[in-house]
């Protein structure tokens, strides 16, 4: 619709309003128990932002405050509706989904990651996503086990 049929200050408003949808993974939406309780508190603040946003008098500014609440309404509505709850694991023998894993680099380093969700993925705060290329080598592999990634070698040293 042209913005010349709207009430608004200019196209420029107009395009303001319409952000580009967040990407959706085309990855199963596996989830552990914290990433869905966080899908569903993040849905609730996107709620609180909408709201608070169409509480707004001015109509253009009303629209610029709403456009990110509505996105992120949309987004953490269809990931909580095709969310898959993976219950923990009963054994560590193997990496597995929400398994955290502890491996040394050929470096030195050693580093440990909880493998789980896309959406619940912080590698800053040790979790990494199980479609990401660390995580995919790691999976079904046992202590010991060693694995190749960007020349480097990863031996997995804890499974918990």
Request: charged residues 40%; positive net charge; proline residues 3%.
């Given at each position: 619709m042209s913005v010349a049929?709207?009430?608004e200050e200019s196209a420029e408003t107009a395009a303001e309003t319409q952000l580009p949808e967040r990407p959706i993974s085309p990855h199963p939406n596996l989830v552990t128990e914290a990433g869905l309780k966080a899908l569903e508190?993040?849905?609730?603040?996107?709620?609180?932002a909408f709201e608070a946003a169409n509480a707004i008098e001015d109509i253009n500014e009303r629209r610029r405050q709403t456009a990110g609440p509505a996105r992120d309404l949309r987004y953490f509505?269809?990931?909580l509706r095709t969310a898959q709850l993976v219950p923990p694991r009963d054994s560590n023998d193997t990496v597995g989904f929400g398994s955290t894993?502890?491996?040394?680099?050929?470096?030195?380093?050693v580093q440990t990651y909880r493998i789980v969700g896309e959406d619940e993925a912080d590698p800053k705060a040790g979790t990494i996503s199980y479609v990401s290329?660390?995580?995919?080598l790691l999976m079904g592999k046992g202590v010991g086990d060693v694995v190749s990634v960007g020349g480097q070698e990863l031996?997995?040293?804890?499974i918990v």
């Open positions: 049929f709207v009430k508190q993040q849905l609730q603040a996107a709620r609180e509505s269809e990931r894993v502890t491996f040394n680099r050929d470096d030195g380093r290329p660390v995580a995919r031996e997995i040293e804890k």
